[in-house]
């Protein structure tokens, strides 16, 4: 599976929520709502996840594997990186 766009909409003013993010895998299915936080750790993407009714939350799309993960966090991040280069050049 190949990661062919990722989309950054940078937040500003917010405390931990850098930016949301949107993925297209294989040119033919997209993923939204995807997080760039600021954590204890350091940046990190959160997947998009729901509310339930007893007040906890689930993943509403993840990657299955470890590979997929870091696959997907690394090049979330490095666009992410560009926007902000991209921003603060002018």
Same mark, same amino acid.
Request: no cysteine.
């Given at each position: #599976? $190949?990661?062919?766009?990722?989309? &950054?909409?940078l /937040?500003?003013? $917010?405390?931990? +929520?850098?930016? =949301? &993010? @949107? &993925?297209? +895998?294989?040119?033919? =299915? *997209?993923v $939204?709502?995807?997080k760039?936080?600021?954590?204890? /750790?350091g940046? =990190?993407? @959160? #997947?998009? /996840?729901?509310?339930?009714?007893?007040?906890? !939350?689930?993943?509403?799309?993840?990657?299955?594997t470890? $590979? #997929?993960?870091? *696959? %997907?966090?690394?090049?979330? %991040? *490095?666009? !992410?990186?560009?926007? +902000?280069?991209?921003?603060? @050049?002018?």
């Amino acid at each position: #599976m $190949e990661i062919t766009d990722v989309r &950054v909409h940078l /937040r500003q003013g $917010e405390d931990h +929520l850098k930016a =949301f &993010v @949107s &993925v297209i +895998l294989d040119g033919a =299915f *997209a993923v $939204e709502d995807l997080k760039v936080v600021d954590g204890a /750790r350091g940046l =990190f993407v @959160s #997947m998009p /996840r729901r509310k339930l009714p007893d007040g906890t !939350y689930r993943d509403v799309a993840h990657a299955v594997t470890k $590979e #997929m993960r870091e *696959a %997907l966090q690394t090049r979330v %991040l *490095a666009v !992410y990186q560009q926007a +902000l280069e991209g921003t603060a @050049s002018g």
